[in-house]
């Protein structure tokens, strides 16, 4: 059941508990852990992070505002997919092999991965701002580029209120927060919308399977948890509060999702293995295949995202 | 019964061979000692003849038969070995230990009959170790254990049986009672041939000796025939003088000091 | 080993399936167990007792007894207490195969075949690595060629995940840390075939391994060929325990323990020392699949980690009695 040669995975190794990942292609972003413990705010239009964080970045240190940066190192597939969308793309002269989306990203020049980067490579690019994935393992990175005098900060998406006050971070990053707000405007409303739409519908259960070998799974403390919420439907596994975590397909069976969504790689490999058939909406072929190139990462196409679960799960339910 | 003729060996790798044109006749009813200094060639014959150290040249025959054309069961039927040293891994029971014995005997399925259980049974009473049948093999004394390994030779049950050093650790009373218990052998028509470097005792009670030097033999015949002084002393490298004592009614050799 | 004992070691086996396949995030109540075993029970119950339970049981059971007989054999026959299954290079050969097919994504089914053919290329190897080194039948030189080859395995494991992706290296290591969760029935024949014909084998060769037992010399004296003899063994206590491996992944320390629980029992003629082995070691794999399941709820740790807990008690018993 390898999900490897569809465009989503969400990579986690439980076992080491990690954190979730918006994954690409072939994304590495397998790391250690960090269990989000925030309570799901769901995406409605309210100001995202408490005053107290709302100048600090994912590795906790002070944004430094008050640049213009025009020459951009963004080595996060999220915050490269955001700058697009803010217009600010023009200015970005590197990126992270795994940041694909949106197309126009291909254009700008590959400096190498986006976990322990290469950072003569970032170096080389000549920049005046490097935005890098806010894990851990990348500390010694961040460490090593602001020895160097460039300015530096990490972000790590995990959930739809982080999008939120991140993006209003970039915003005042690249000194564009008027556009940085209408992203997160047309994200939140269309969440909201899509709420809306289905608040009176009744919500099934879904199970959402992310790896095979060990049986992995979204939990509730990851932003599928809460666009499902959304959509009118509900995570079997929302009251884990990891963003996902390690199961045994026995456990899922006790669940008893209504509904799995899944891959489409997967979907295939869950039909025909005899264990998954174990799972009664397996059994009875009710798998939903999401569109990975969506549904994958919490960028500025979650709002779609949310809509398209929406009509997944209540086709026609939104207009 | 056992008849050596021009047994060359050779180690791989090795400057000059182990042994060169060794030739005798280890005969039913007798005991047959092959003695020497260390390094003359008397294990690398004991392995010569069970077939473990290949022969460059010469022939070994047991009745006549050559071995390289026997099957190593066949010969294990009429052979038994009994190596210098035996450290078991994982300790059995006497009684299991000489049971092991029959192997060369057993069939496809392994199982013991009416022919192996009388071998087994003659082969503890002969050697004297039925009492200790139910007793771990490493809990026996070093003499205990040497017996018990006679014991598991002759329940093979064959008409030679070669040893090793046989009484190697052992102290006077059980070297004198291993002796003893090889001549009872001989004289009930097995062929003993053994490799030893305690002269003194070959001499009384065998039969034949064979002195190795350096892989060649130097002397072989009645133990009076090659206990002589010179050719001892050049085999030896060491100055020494052949007695005979009347109580012992055999040759003795002992060693001078320089 | 006297009849009581023996009746014991199956008892010991069948209660402990039971309980494995009864006990679990669900707890199946015995009643409810054997109307699901017999195909009357509730939907759930039976669902997960028939496709997920005793499948797993099953192969545990399988691969513990193949471990066990091999590790067994392999003890014997090199008369050394610490010889165990994965000796000659196999689960560093199985584990090539596996994280090679992991790369390559060939897939659930591909991946025990390339895994049995990593271990089968491995035991080659060590073969003749002792030829080369001029030692075919000696057991140190076969053992020291076996850990060239391991090593050698190792290397080659880390060059190719040096620079995986992360999934590859997941599978990779899941797979090495052993797993019967993903029994299925045509897997289980397979191992089923093997454990017939390759244990079968060593009980009929149990014998010989008394006799190799006894050491090299001795051995040839009592009309044994032994490079033929050890050389049968080696090939097929390896081909048991790689085909564990493909089945299972690596489950460590099964074939080191389970023959001197065994010899401890009263064991000593190999035959009773293999069937015992064959008998100990499922009781062993499917208790430690068992706690694997219960010691961390809902996740399971991998069955290999379990076993190799279990063997830390046991060398340090060991340890103990020896000085």
Redesign the interface.
Known sequence: MATRRTAVAFRVAGIFSTELVPVFRFCRFATLAFIGGVAACSGSSHAGAPHGLANRDDFGDTVPFGLTPSRIVSLNPTTTEILFAMGAGARLVGRSQYDLFPAAAAQVPNVGPALRPNVEAVLGARPDLVILYGSEDNRPSLARLREAGIPTVGFKIDRIDQFVRDTRLLGRLVNDSARAEGVVDTVTATIARVRHATATLPHPTVLVPTWDRPVIVIGGGSYLSELLDAAGARNVYADAPAASLVVTLEDIVRRNPDLVLAAPGQATAMRTSPLWRAVPAVRAGHILVYDTAIVSRPSVRLGEAARSLADLIHPGAVR | MIRLEDVVVRYPRAASAAVTGVSFVAARGAVTAVVGPNGSGKSTLVGALIGRVRIAAGRVCVDDVDTSDMARDALARRIAVVTQREELAFPLLVSEYVALGRFPHLGIWRAAGETDRRAIIDATQMTAVTSLAERRVDSLSGGEWQRVRFARALAQGGDAIVLDEPTAFLDIAHEMLVFELLHRLARGGQAVLLVSHQLNLVARFADQMVLLDRGRVAASGAPAEVMQAEVLERVYGWPLVVTRDPAVGAPALVPLRR | MSPLRWCALMLALFVAALLAIGI???NIPPSALFDALRGSGS??TE??VR???VPRVVLAMLVGAGLGMSGAAL??TM???LAEPYLLGVSGGAAVGAVVATML?L??VLLPVAAFVGALVAVAAAFSVAHVA?GRGDARVLLMAGVVVGAFANAAIMVVLANA???T???A???MMG?V??A??PQIGIMGLYLLVGGGALVAL??RV??L??????A??????VDAAMRWIFVIASLVAAATVAAAGLVGFVGLVVPHIV?AGGA??HREVLVGSALVGATLVVVSDLLA?MLR????LPVGAVTALIGVPFFLTKLRRLA
Do not use: F, K, M, Y
């Not at chain 3, 037992?213 to 001795?218: D, K, N, R, S, V």
């Not at chain 3, 709820?297 to 399971?300: I, L, M, R």
């Open positions: 679990g995030t669900i939907g759930l669902t997960v496709t997920l339970r003890q014997g008369r050394n207490p994504g897939g659930a001029g992706e992360s999934n290296i997941r599978d290591l899941w797979w797993s969760a993903d299925t029935w149990g014998p008394d006799v037992a006894l050491g090299e010399e001795a040839a004296g009592l009309g044994l060929d010899r000593r003629r399941r709820p809902p996740a399971e």
